[in-house]
């Protein structure tokens, strides 16, 4: 500055130098000055000065100033950087209206900065094909920031289209381009071509970075493929680049069946130094839902924390007591929110278990299995709660179909080689359906349900072996038990009407 004051001549690329330096070090008040006291030096009708000038207000978010230099100079190179500043700030559709407004040819570099301030991929679409029309051909900035539109909008069809234009094109591509497009299919639930494109980040000369495997983890996640998600955070490990959305991601794929891996990722991530936020809670509170006081206990860990909880937290804790019928422990939590989802919860929780889905736990067996009929009395005796219902499987088809478990109905298959357990609407069959009984059932019963730490090949493994030699082993019956007493209204089938005594006789 006090050079152009006490007359120092300087030239053209020094002053723009200057200017530049000014805009790196987020001095774009410096940067104006210097180019309008230049006025002498012929400075203002420089289109790299003004260039300069204008990228250094964008980078201190000065969209104001950057439109107002874009105003005054029919440059490309300044309207690129004014559009830069506006994409900055948030204030893209008036970028797309300087860039619409230009008369002169379009450069590559202000095509690329109208896709980047894209948010809806039908313009994207078109400033490509008016690329095309001028015949200018997209780098991988271009395909990049047109991926990342497709994947904003939920698009993963038309991201994978541009990802593979890439290569018919010869556009080298690098990791941004590999994360939007994996970004693209996590927002699409298409876990399988996410790793496909994870695959083949890693086969090339390209290093992912922990980003990429987020994506893949989340998009495995998204759809219950847990064990892939937990596979891509264990590489993630080896390399010690995991990070706190890694492990979120990695727990909300844990929900349903996995809530003991999703303590034990919980558990790891404070041996790495990983500080646990609110997000993490929620995830790991889903996966044990059917355990109210694993719910609890991670309730009050992001109290302690000083963590402070969002709209979901209270809504989860008092349906996970609902579901274990704990009615007054789901009112209590609502005083401690305001959130609606905890009210509809809490209703929820105090209907009667008769008409509140998800309370009860349904137990369809083998009528004619003397191993189920055993079990099923064995069930009954320690529930005291009266949590489980019952059903043989011959009696409840058309029920167990309105579930998707039809398949297990099937008369003259192996499908009655299992019991099925519907809590809510999630259906359980196997060793998960036994250990999903144990979990409602009085202690120290209710202790056993610690075996779904047991990898579920080796649970099913055994489960099949009994399953399978149930007959031979402990022998059949012609036609399914006829429960009475107290026992027959546990049953699916009971009608109350059945025990009215008549008026008159």
């Given at each position: 500055?006090?050079?152009?004051?006490?007359?120092?001549?300087?030239?053209?690329?020094?002053?723009?130098?200057?200017?530049?330096?000014?805009?790196?070090?987020?001095?774009?008040?410096?940067?104006?000055?210097?180019?309008?006291?230049?006025?002498?030096?012929?400075?203002?009708?420089?289109?790299?000065?003004?260039?300069?000038?204008?990228?250094?207000?964008?980078?201190?978010?000065?969209?104001?100033?950057?439109?107002?230099m874009a105003a005054h100079?029919?440059?490309?190179?300044?309207?690129?950087?004014?559009?830069s500043a506006c994409e900055?700030?948030?204030?893209?559709?008036?970028?797309?209206?300087?860039?619409?407004?230009?008369?002169?040819?379009?450069?590559?570099?202000?095509?690329?900065?109208?896709?980047?301030?894209?948010?809806?991929?039908?313009?994207?679409?078109?400033?490509?094909?008016?690329?095309?029309?001028?015949?200018?051909?997209?780098?991988?900035?271009?395909?990049?920031?047109?991926?990342?539109?497709?994947e904003k909008g939920e698009?993963?069809?038309?991201?994978?289209?541009?990802?593979?234009?890439?290569?018919?094109?010869?556009?080298?591509?690098?990791?941004?381009?590999?994360?939007?497009?994996?970004?693209?299919?996590?927002?699409?639930?298409?876990?399988?071509?996410?790793?496909?494109?994870?695959?083949?980040?890693?086969?090339?000369?390209?290093?992912?970075?922990?980003?990429?495997?987020?994506?893949?983890?989340?998009?495995?996640?998204?759809?219950?493929?847990?064990?892939?998600?937990?596979?891509?955070?264990?590489?993630?490990?080896?390399?010690?680049?995991?990070?706190?959305?890694?492990?979120?991601?990695?727990?909300?794929?844990?929900?349903?069946?996995?809530?003991?891996?999703?303590?034990?990722?919980?558990?790891?991530?404070?041996?790495?130094?990983?500080?646990?936020?609110?997000?993490?809670?929620?995830?790991?509170?889903?996966?044990?839902?059917?355990?109210?006081?694993?719910?609890?206990?991670?309730?009050?860990?992001?109290?302690?924390?000083?963590?402070?909880?969002?709209?979901?937290?209270?809504?989860?804790?008092?349906?996970?007591?609902?579901?274990?019928?704990?009615?007054?422990?789901?009112?209590?939590?609502?005083?401690?929110?305001?959130?609606?989802?905890?009210?509809?919860?809490?209703?929820?929780?105090?209907?009667?278990?008769?008409?509140?889905?998800?309370?009860?736990?349904?137990?369809?067996?083998?009528?004619?299995?003397?191993?189920?009929?055993?079990?099923?009395?064995?069930?009954?005796?320690?529930?005291?709660?009266?949590?489980?219902?019952?059903?043989?499987?011959?009696?409840?088809?058309?029920?167990?179909?309105?579930?998707?478990?039809?398949?297990?109905?099937?008369?003259?298959?192996?499908?009655?080689?299992?019991?099925?357990?519907?809590?809510?609407?999630?259906?359980?069959?196997?060793?998960?359906?036994?250990?999903?009984?144990?979990?409602?059932?009085?202690?120290?019963?209710?202790?056993?349900?610690?075996?779904?730490?047991?990898?579920?090949?080796?649970?099913?493994?055994?489960?099949?072996?009994?399953?399978?030699?149930?007959?031979?082993?402990?022998?059949?019956?012609?036609?399914?038990?006829?429960?009475?007493?107290?026992?027959?209204?546990?049953?699916?089938?009971?009608?109350?009407?059945?025990?009215?005594?008549?008026?008159?006789?």
């Amino acid at each position: 500055m006090p050079c152009v004051e006490c007359g120092y001549r300087v030239d053209v690329i020094q002053c723009t130098a200057v200017i530049k330096s000014c805009g790196q070090a987020g001095r774009w008040v410096w940067a104006l000055q210097l180019l309008l006291r230049g006025a002498g030096l012929a400075l203002q009708r420089l289109v790299v000065a003004q260039a300069a000038a204008t990228s250094a207000c964008a980078k201190s978010h000065q969209w104001r100033q950057a439109m107002s230099m874009a105003a005054h100079s029919d440059a490309g190179a300044v309207q690129t950087a004014a559009m830069s500043a506006c994409e900055r700030g948030s204030h893209w559709p008036l970028a797309l209206a300087l860039f619409a407004s230009g008369d002169s040819r379009r450069s590559l570099a202000a095509y690329n900065a109208a896709i980047a301030l894209c948010e809806q991929w039908q313009q994207v679409v078109h400033l490509l094909m008016e690329m095309r029309g001028e015949d200018l051909r997209g780098d991988v900035v271009t395909y990049g920031a047109a991926i990342s539109t497709c994947e904003k909008g939920e698009q993963w069809q038309l991201a994978l289209c541009f990802f593979g234009e890439m290569e018919e094109s010869s556009v080298q591509k690098n990791v941004i381009s590999f994360n939007a497009a994996i970004s693209a299919c996590e927002k699409g639930e298409q876990w399988q071509a996410a790793l496909a494109l994870l695959s083949q980040l890693r086969s090339s000369t390209l290093q992912g970075d922990v980003i990429s495997y987020n994506a893949a983890i989340s998009a495995c996640g998204k759809v219950a493929q847990w064990e892939w998600a937990l596979f891509l955070l264990a590489g993630l490990g080896d390399s010690h680049s995991a990070d706190l959305v890694s492990y979120n991601a990695a727990i909300r794929a844990c929900e349903g069946e996995q809530w003991a891996w999703a303590l034990q990722l919980m558990e790891e991530m404070n041996s790495r130094a990983l500080r646990k936020d609110v997000i993490t809670f929620n995830a790991g509170m889903s996966a044990c839902e059917f355990h109210w006081q694993l719910v609890l206990m991670l309730l009050a860990e992001l109290h302690e924390e000083s963590l402070q909880a969002s709209k979901m937290t209270y809504p989860t804790a008092i349906a996970a007591c609902g579901l274990a019928a704990q009615w007054r422990r789901s009112v209590d939590l609502l005083q401690f929110t305001e959130a609606p989802a905890a009210f509809n919860a809490a209703i929820m929780a105090c209907t009667s278990p008769e008409n509140r889905p998800g309370a009860e736990t349904w137990l369809f067996f083998d009528g004619v299995c003397n191993l189920c009929d055993a079990t099923v009395n064995f069930v009954y005796a320690r529930d005291s709660e009266r949590r489980v219902r019952f059903g043989a499987i011959q009696k409840h088809q058309d029920l167990l179909e309105r579930y998707g478990a039809g398949q297990y109905a099937e008369a003259g298959s192996e499908a009655l080689s299992t019991v099925v357990v519907i809590q809510g609407d999630q259906v359980f069959v196997r060793s998960s359906a036994a250990l999903r009984v144990l979990a409602v059932m009085d202690q120290p019963w209710r202790t056993l349900a610690m075996f779904y730490l047991v990898p579920l090949p080796l649970r099913d493994l055994v489960y099949r072996v009994v399953g399978h030699n149930r007959y031979a082993m402990f022998g059949s019956k012609d036609k399914c038990m006829m429960p009475s007493g107290d026992f027959k209204k546990r049953f699916l089938e009971y009608d109350p009407k059945e025990d009215e005594k008549p008026l008159f006789r």
